[in-house]
């Protein structure tokens, strides 16, 4: 058969060369705009910055620049916020490093124990920050070495050292703010909105699919790992957006209360998902059919016309339909039992009525997610009375034991080299100290550290040849500083342009930072051929030593290490059952899911162990869940069930030493405790207790799966 | 306040902790200029802002510097 196309005479190569220049140059301000956007942005404000910086007269004016390649990104909050952290960390390094050198004058050994102690003790706080507050700690610690360490022998050239450092920095501060949020702003507040939609839309379309059987379990976990790494960009585009000028700080808390409602709810519908399929999975009972009903009319409350909402204002529609499902539920709750009741023995029952429970908390839950979703754009809308009693910050969680790794390798690494630099007698040794301190601290609060020190030095490599040529060949024929901005813009803005690149970012910004550092404009240019050899290679042999302090010191104690995250993991729910607090629900919540982020954190496929520490992770979020209702259920009750609290205890036990012994200790006073609160007439209490016995039971809850995939692993 | 200071032993220009206060003042504007909705009615609130900072930090140095 032929075809329309095929009876045309074939269009000449120029036409069809049109038309592809002509494609590309309607996609071209979708795709490539941005990243020459952002390219134009940083060259006009580090050229702006240096140009400053000479003159004023600075003694090194490439700090200034360098600033502005460090806090480029690509919205203006993220910008700002970054640009805020290194001023505050600058300021608090430079503090430090003058008492340092104040309480040692010349005396090399205290001094390098002090500063170790000191730097390990930023390195931990990153570590344990994770966002861009982890930045600025990263920077206090080292900018006490950078001001320290060349004072040493000088302790007076110390204050003035700290003086111009701060001010270099607040130049190049000052320009890349300006440029990045008056002339080309790009606000982070537009790509929160973004966020937010597909966060809900994705929650709409999991519980829809689930409902109608159309999720397997594996892309369940998927969906909930993906969830969990959502929320948690959410939360730090949010503290970005805080920067921006404009109402989003007023909306700062309704976002946080979204979020919040949208983990609470997912959880809620995750537990009696889980629920059903156990009864699916065990004993072939009548309830899920039973049910189903309802189901169907929940995820038709979800579904408009066309799929879920897709804008808050569509979302209104949502939940008025939410908010007459839940109060039709009782009624319809009560028909199936009628219906059926008579023929169900009592487990089956106890089965049916925590369902229906959990339908109707679910269906509340989505009632007020919608609600909150439905007023962020108006000015003020009813979720600020529900937000106003939220914690006001999702705290980052990093297990201990990672924190603690983190500030021990940073202080071991800069005590050896800064003991080995005062040995040796190698005048560039210093930069290889510092930089080794740099970014043994800035991997360390990063998920995928090598990638971090690989590119990095891939960059710093790559941009050495470049710079001696332009050293040395170009800028000693230069006269000026707009020749000077022509010798350098063009290899500059290669490295800016690298750096949009998300998978190569590190490549570029490495470049920019070597090149700068390596050219060193200032007003009287030096040309040392031999000095510019040792330096260079001292940033790469510093690089190196970073990475191989990460290989040789704790490398299993790195961002996301699986089993770090499970013990935090379990430890978590021990603490859901022991701790006193007015909002340890979201507390729990929060931290359970960025504990889950972090395992999806480097962005890999999932292999099999943290697909179990995941499906683990989520049953211990029911468990966690289900006692923290007992326990408010239970304060709330005026005559206390003493063998309730002595179960939540054994559950803490269990908890905290996860074995098979502790594991049947903890049924049987759960056992025991739902027997009492029947005996007591205790009916609010039952529901949670009969989850958290199903889940213990449950044999896909198992704490020795892990061990087994992990003996598997090694054997493979 | 006058051009220059003594603090501590270090000549630190009297413009410094006027360019603080004003950071500080204009923290407060800001702040107030969102939470009571002047944002909606500027066309560039970042240029608004900075122009904020600018009039703020002219005006106690004008009323402030001897």
């Avoid at chain 1, 169900?344 to 009525?353: I, S």
């Avoid at chain 1, 996301?560 to 022991?578: D, F, K, N, Q, Y």
Wanted: charged share 15%; proline share 5%.
């Amino acid at each position: 058969m032929s075809t329309l196309a095929e009876l045309l005479p074939a269009r000449p190569a120029w036409l069809r060369l049109s038309a592809k220049m002509r494609r590309a140059g309607r996609d071209w301000p979708d795709d490539e705009g941005p990243r020459w956007l952002f390219v134009v942005k940083t060259m006009l404000a580090a050229f702006l910055a240096l140009w400053i910086a000479f003159r004023l007269g600075f003694d090194s004016p490439r700090s200034a620049m360098m600033t502005v390649f460090i806090v480029a990104l690509p919205s203006s909050g993220m910008a700002l916020e970054k640009s805020i952290y290194r001023l505050l960390g600058t300021l608090i390094g430079c503090i430090a490093a003058l008492c340092f050198i104040g309480l040692f004058p010349q005396q090399a050994m205290l001094l390098f124990i002090a500063l170790a102690l000191w730097s390990g003790l930023c390195t931990a706080g990153s570590a344990m920050m994770r966002n861009a507050r982890s930045y600025g700690f990263v920077l206090a610690g080292y900018t006490a070495c950078m001001i320290a360490l060349p004072a040493l022998n000088q302790p007076l050239a110390a204050f003035d050292l700290a003086v111009s450092r701060v001010t270099e920095i607040s130049v190049g501060i000052l320009c890349s703010a300006f440029i990045n949020d008056v002339l080309f702003p790009r606000h982070q507040s537009e790509q929160l909105v973004q966020k937010i939609r597909g966060l809900y839309l994705n929650f709409a379309t999991l519980c829809h699919e689930a409902m109608q059987h159309r999720l397997a379990e594996s892309e369940l976990e998927r969906r909930h790992m993906r969830f969990a790494t959502e929320v948690a960009t959410l939360e730090s585009q949010r503290s970005a957006a805080v920067f921006e000028a404009g109402e989003i700080r007023i909306r700062s808390r309704q976002l946080h209360a979204f979020s919040v409602a949208a983990m609470a709810t997912l959880t809620t519908f995750h537990t009696l998902h889980q629920l059903m399929e156990r009864l699916r999975r065990t004993d072939n009972s009548p309830i899920p059919a039973l049910m189903q009903p309802l189901f169907d009319e929940f995820s038709a409350a979800l579904q408009l016309t066309d799929g879920p909402a897709r804008t808050a204002a569509e979302v209104a529609e949502t939940r008025d339909k939410f908010e007459a499902l839940s109060q039709r539920l009782p009624a319809l709750g009560e028909g199936i039992r009628q219906a059926r009741a008579d023929r169900f023995d009592a487990a089956q029952k106890l089965d049916m009525e925590t369902a229906l429970e959990l339908l109707q908390r679910l269906a509340d839950e989505c009632r007020s997610l919608t609600a909150i979703y439905a007023s962020l754009p108006t000015h003020r809308g009813q979720a600020d009375e529900d937000s106003a009693a939220l914690p006001a910050a999702y705290s980052p969680t990093t297990p201990p034991g990672i924190v603690v790794a983190a500030g021990l390798r940073n202080a071991f690494a800069l005590l050896v080299l800064a003991t080995a630099w005062y040995a040796l007698n190698w005048p560039s040794a210093a930069g290889a100290v510092m930089i080794a301190t740099i970014f043994c601290g800035l991997a360390s609060s990063s998920p995928v550290p090598d990638k971090v020190i690989r590119s990095t030095t891939l960059g710093f490599a790559l941009a050495t040849p470049f710079a001696f040529f332009c050293a040395f060949f170009m800028l000693n024929r230069v006269e000026g500083y707009d020749m000077l901005v022509l010798s350098m813009l063009p290899f500059l803005a290669f490295g800016a342009y690298v750096a949009t690149w998300p998978r190569h970012a590190g490549i570029g910004i490495g470049f920019n930072l070597m090149f700068a550092q390596m050219v060193a404009p200032e007003n009287l240019m030096r040309f040392n051929a031999i000095s510019f050899i040792n330096d260079s290679a001292a940033q790469i042999i510093g690089l190196l030593i970073a990475g191989l302090m990460f290989a040789l010191i704790l490398p299993e104690h790195r961002q996301g290490s699986p089993r770090h995250v499970r013990e935090a993991l379990w430890h978590e729910t021990a603490l859901a059952c022991i701790t006193v607090s007015s909002h340890l629900r979201h507390e729990f919540e929060n931290r359970m899911r960025d504990l889950l982020s972090q395992l999806g954190g480097a962005g890999t496929p999932m292999d099999e162990a943290t697909r179990v520490i995941v499906n683990e992770a989520m049953t211990l979020l029911e468990l966690g869940h289900a006692a923290i209702g007992l326990r408010r259920a239970l304060t709330a009750r005026a005559r206390p069930v003493s063998e309730v609290q002595s179960g939540i205890d054994t559950l803490a036990q269990y908890f905290r030493h996860p074995g098979p012994d502790t594991r049947q200790a903890a049924v049987a006073t759960i056992d025991a405790a739902m027997a009492a609160c029947r005996a007591q007439g205790a009916a609010e209490l039952i529901t949670d207790l009969h989850l958290i016995h199903t889940c213990l039971l449950d044999p896909a809850f198992d704490t020795a799966a892990l061990a087994s995939v992990e003996e598997n692993g090694h054997a493979a | 306040m006058p051009r220059e200071f003594d603090f501590l032993g270090a000549l630190v220009p009297g413009l410094l902790p006027v360019f603080l206060l004003s950071v500080l003042v204009h923290i407060g504007l800001d702040w107030a200029c969102g939470h009571y909705g002047v944002y909606r009615y500027v066309w560039h609130r970042a240029l608004f802002r900075i122009c904020l900072l600018i009039c703020v930090f002219g005006l106690l140095s004008a009323l402030l510097i001897r």
